[in-house]
């Protein structure tokens, strides 16, 4: 074979697709039942954007950006996430303005350049939902009651939802600090990845998958313990009210994500079913991010999923997605005269709404009607010479085989009575 789509992206195929269209239709029903909008932003932006909006130490912006300079000498690049993004869309259309609290969300194709494999891709899709201009209990709640709905109606059970809270910036500072303290006794027991992430990004040391780090790091001093007290009890309100909403939560001082803007709470889906790479979605605050790329002081929190995560745990809990739909009608022409006929009932049929099939291989009846049981329709309608001069064909039900002589004028109103 000549020509392979590039590594870590898929082709996602007819017999696959029912499975996305149902995450997709849920995502947009559960939105809608939330009152979330949909917003869409290019699939690529000012490399500047992601740099600043999700730091330039995280691995997203260090390692996985798809970069390049266009033809205008821009840096360009291919969105790696969302947030950033609806910030930036937020600022430039001024949409503060429409209402004080914006409900946004999406569903959109990232790049990020990763190792691909189980769940890890180069081209994914995210569905996502974003608050902003709300700092309130009720937001970080909204967003993680949104998220669990629409895993619950995606058929994915055994779930863990992890939560944390990695303060406001200046608290972060300080801890910082305490953290490399305490880690720069066993500097040279890190892995090779947490001694760059030392002077980098101290903070994922926390969330490192390596065995040594783990161990070295679980006497760590702890976030939650070198919080402000308002910061730890606004943190223990959003436990509070999602206990109170019967949520199961685990408090996790490992969780401090991958990306710069986040303050205050932060969690995420965990699946048994994923692997290494475990988390369906992520998300939490980030009440500096509009700030930081030039807009007013604006709170916000949302959250992010990988689409092909949720069909794969869902996939994996063989949940029943919902059969496909079946072409309803398929008619056997048998003549030339008979597929003009036929493609005439056949375009006022399908403005009715019926869902019509037709042979474009001038086929045997045999092959036909093989055809047909292929497709599983509901009714074959077969016009032959006889049928013609009748001006009535035969409509045959494939359940139970039965069949009967209908006009031709008459065959929408027998499908629709049937
Ligand atoms: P993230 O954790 O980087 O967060 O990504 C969100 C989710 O996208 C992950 O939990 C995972 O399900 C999926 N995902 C990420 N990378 C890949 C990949 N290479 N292949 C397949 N799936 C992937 C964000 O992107 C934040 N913007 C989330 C957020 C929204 N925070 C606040 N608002």
Same mark, same amino acid.
């Given at each position: 074979?000549?020509?392979?789509?590039?590594?870590?992206?898929?082709?996602?195929?007819?017999?696959?697709?029912?499975?996305?269209?149902?995450?997709?239709?849920?995502?947009?029903?559960?939105?809608?039942?939330?009152?979330?909008?949909?917003?869409?932003?290019?699939?690529?932006?000012?490399?500047?954007?992601?740099?600043?909006?999700?730091?330039?130490?995280?691995?997203?912006?260090?390692?996985?950006?798809?970069?390049?300079?266009?033809?205008?000498?821009?840096?360009?690049?291919?969105?790696?996430?969302?947030?950033?993004?609806?910030?930036?869309?937020?600022?430039?259309?001024?949409?503060?303005?429409?209402?004080?609290?914006?409900?946004?969300?999406?569903?959109?194709?990232?790049?990020?350049?990763?190792?691909?494999?189980?769940?890890?891709?180069?081209?994914?899709?995210?569905?996502?939902?974003?608050?902003?201009?709300?700092?309130?209990?009720?937001?970080?709640?909204?967003?993680?009651?949104?998220?669990?709905?629409?895993?619950?109606?995606?058929?994915?059970?055994?779930?863990?939802?992890?939560?944390?809270?990695?303060?406001?910036?200046?608290?972060?500072?300080?801890?910082?600090?305490?953290?490399?303290?305490?880690?720069?006794?066993?500097?040279?027991?890190?892995?090779?990845?947490?001694?760059?992430?030392?002077?980098?990004?101290?903070?994922?040391?926390?969330?490192?998958?390596?065995?040594?780090?783990?161990?070295?790091?679980?006497?760590?001093?702890?976030?939650?313990?070198? +919080? =402000? $007290?308002?910061? %730890?009890?606004?943190?223990?309100?959003? *436990?509070?009210? &999602?206990?109170?909403? /019967? !949520?199961?939560? #685990?408090?996790?001082?490992?969780?401090?994500?991958?990306?710069?803007?986040?303050?205050?709470?932060?969690?995420?889906?965990?699946?048994?079913?994923?692997?290494?790479?475990?988390?369906?979605?992520?998300?939490?605050?980030?009440?500096?991010?509009?700030?930081?790329?030039?807009?007013?002081?604006?709170?916000?929190?949302?959250?992010?999923?990988?689409?092909?995560?949720?069909?794969?745990?869902?996939?994996?809990?063989?949940?029943?997605?919902?059969?496909?739909?079946?072409?309803?009608?398929?008619?056997?022409? +048998? =003549? $030339?005269?008979? %597929?003009?006929?036929?493609?005439?009932? *056949?375009?006022? &049929?399908?403005?009715? /709404? !019926?869902?019509? #099939?037709?042979?474009?291989?001038?086929?045997?009846?045999?092959?036909?009607?093989?055809?047909?049981?292929?497709?599983?329709?509901?009714?074959?309608?077969?016009?032959?010479?006889?049928?013609?001069?009748?001006?009535?064909?035969?409509?045959?039900?494939?359940?139970?085989?039965?069949?009967?002589?209908?006009?031709?004028?008459?065959?929408?109103?027998?499908?629709?009575?049937?």
């Amino acid at each position: 074979m000549k020509f392979q789509k590039p590594r870590g992206t898929k082709d996602i195929l007819p017999k696959d697709i029912e499975h996305w269209h149902y995450v997709e239709n849920t995502v947009r029903e559960v939105n809608k039942l939330y009152n979330f909008s949909e917003i869409r932003t290019p699939t690529f932006e000012s490399t500047d954007l992601f740099a600043r909006g999700v730091g330039s130490d995280t691995d997203i912006v260090g390692k996985e950006m798809y970069t390049f300079l266009d033809k205008g000498g821009n840096s360009i690049t291919l969105k790696p996430e969302m947030t950033a993004p609806v910030a930036r869309a937020y600022l430039e259309n001024s949409l503060m303005a429409e209402s004080p609290v914006q409900k946004l969300y999406y569903i959109s194709n990232m790049f990020r350049y990763e190792k691909p494999q189980l769940g890890r891709f180069r081209e994914h899709t995210q569905f996502g939902a974003e608050i902003l201009g709300s700092d309130s209990i009720e937001s970080d709640v909204e967003i993680i009651l949104l998220a669990e709905e629409i895993y619950k109606r995606c058929g994915i059970k055994n779930f863990s939802i992890k939560i944390n809270s990695i303060g406001k910036i200046e608290e972060r500072k300080n801890y910082i600090d305490t953290l490399k303290t305490y880690l720069k006794n066993n500097f040279e027991s890190l892995s090779d990845d947490s001694k760059r992430r030392f002077e980098t990004n101290p903070l994922r040391i926390l969330d490192s998958k390596n065995e040594k780090d783990i161990r070295l790091t679980e006497n760590a001093p702890k976030i939650l313990d070198h +919080l =402000t $007290p308002a910061s %730890k009890s606004r943190f223990e309100e959003v *436990i509070d009210r &999602l206990k109170y909403l /019967g !949520i199961d939560i #685990e408090i996790d001082f490992r969780l401090v994500r991958g990306l710069d803007y986040y303050t205050d709470t932060t969690f995420e889906f965990i699946s048994g079913d994923l692997g290494s790479h475990d988390a369906i979605g992520g998300g939490g605050r980030y009440d500096g991010l509009i700030e930081t790329l030039g807009g007013k002081p604006t709170p916000g929190i949302g959250f992010a999923s990988g689409l092909e995560r949720v069909i794969l745990v869902a996939e994996k809990n063989n949940f029943k997605f919902p059969e496909p739909e079946n072409v309803i009608l398929y008619f056997i022409s +048998l =003549t $030339p005269e008979a %597929k003009n006929i036929s493609l005439k009932l *056949i375009t006022g &049929l399908r403005d009715s /709404g !019926i869902s019509c #099939e037709y042979d474009f291989l001038s086929r045997s009846f045999k092959a036909q009607m093989r055809e047909a049981n292929k497709l599983n329709s509901q009714y074959v309608y077969i016009i032959g010479e006889e049928e013609i001069n009748k001006g009535a064909g035969l409509l045959k039900k494939m359940s139970d085989s039965s069949q009967s002589e209908v006009a031709f004028g008459d065959l929408l109103k027998s499908i629709l009575k049937s």
